[in-house]
């Protein structure tokens, strides 16, 4: 339902843009974000983006991140500037998708792609 791409090898100082895109039943979208998980450590958001574009951003993250989407696309990206070894993590895409008119809007995740920073 989710296909996230755009991680790779980067050399500190790098970018990389990270995208995601939902298919299937869609009737609409709401909130869309992007979550990382570093090696032994627990899940943590990293940005987020709501319906109508209001974004927020986790502060180790402020000023090198930018998160946007397109909604015709049904696509949520994440544009990753400056990177440092430690932002190395497996990043996941989650959206609130409903799939129905009047349905629920229920939570997907995406698979993860890695990103991994060398010094």
């Known amino acids: 339902q989710l296909q996230a791409s755009g991680g790779g090898l980067v050399q500190a100082g790098g970018s990389l843009r990270l995208s995601c895109v939902a298919s299937g039943s869609i009737f609409n979208i709401n909130g869309m974000a992007w979550h990382r998980q570093a090696p032994e450590k627990q899940r943590e958001l990293v940005a987020s983006?709501?319906?109508?574009?209001?974004?927020n951003y986790a502060d180790s993250v402020k000023g090198r991140f930018t998160i946007s989407r397109d909604n015709a696309k049904k696509t949520v990206y994440l544009q990753m500037n400056s990177l440092e070894p430690e932002d190395t993590a497996v990043y996941y895409c989650k959206v609130a998708i409903q799939r129905i008119y009047r349905g629920i809007y229920s939570d997907y995740w995406g698979q993860g792609t890695l990103v991994t920073v060398s010094s």
């Open positions: 983006i709501t319906s109508s574009g209001s974004t």
